[in-house]
């Protein structure tokens, strides 16, 4: 077996089956969000009330499952590093998992939250920032993806993960790197988000159209 980066990503293509993962459901409909429609749903979610809004920036931006991202505390955040520390799901013992984010949401969240304050108390650096169930959630995500007219299997947070995994890899994150930021057990999972046509592939395809073209208009007319 190879020890390089590329080596096990392409053991994992070879291995991957697709009856265990995929980016369309069985009829067909997309299940994560494009560069456009991420675009529009993060114009969208600035609509909301600031906790719910940085509940789906925070879902957005590292990619998480939603419990993952409810089960977040002021003890999850390195402000001075942008990092926020997550608890892996679907995992039989306990993993722990570093995602960078974006120094402006970081500060929007020590603002709104005041984690830095509560990083200094034992009892409050402990107290989750979103006293939600699951299903609440889900709806404030829904409305961000209503607002912004996304509709389908991709129109919700599964979509922001998916889009997050598809939208790194076309941005040229390796993918072992994306493998850790999503907390994926194995590659061959993270893999499967590598199918998605990203820019380098509408570049190809724009040359070959032009290329056509060209041909069309120099081939003599009868």
Same mark, same amino acid.
């Given at each position: ?10 053991e ?16 067909g ?5 494009? %560069?456009?429609?991420?675009? $529009?749903? /993060? &114009?969208a979610i #600035?609509f909301?009330? @600031?906790?719910q809004?940085?509940? *789906? !920036? ?28 997550? %608890?892996?799901l679907?995992? $039989?013992? /306990? &993993?722990v998992? #570093?995602v960078?984010? @974006?120094?402006?949401?970081?500060a *929007? !969240? ?15 650096a ?5 006293p ?43 993918l072992?790197?994306?493998q ?37 208009h120099?081939?003599?007319?009868p």
């Open positions: 077996m190879s020890n390089t980066v590329a080596g096990r990503a392409g994992a293509l070879t291995n991957w089956r697709p009856d265990t993962f995929g980016l369309y459901t069985p009829a409909g997309r299940k994560y969000l494009n %560069h456009a429609e991420r675009q $529009r749903a /993060l &114009a #600035e909301l009330e @600031p906790g809004a940085l509940f *789906a !920036l925070t879902l957005a931006w590292t990619g998480a499952r939603v419990s993952e991202v409810l089960a977040l505390t002021a003890a999850s955040f390195q402000i001075d590093c942008g990092i926020v520390a997550l %608890h892996t679907k995992r $039989r013992k /306990l &993993a998992r #570093e960078p984010v @974006p120094p402006e949401l970081i *929007a !969240l020590d603002r709104h939250f005041g984690i830095a304050a509560r990083q200094r108390d034992p009892l409050a402990d107290r989750r920032l979103w939600w169930c699951r299903v609440t959630a889900w709806r404030i995500v829904k409305r961000a993806m209503q607002r912004s007219g996304i509709n389908g299997p991709h129109a919700c947070p599964r979509g922001f993960r998916h889009g997050f995994g598809v939208g790194t890899l076309q941005a040229r994150v390796p072992n790197l994306l850790r930021w999503l907390g994926h057990a194995r590659i061959s999972t993270t893999a499967i988000y590598a199918d998605a046509c990203g820019p380098d592939e509408l570049g190809f395809a724009i040359q070959f159209w032009r290329q056509s073209e060209e041909r069309l120099a081939s003599p007319k």
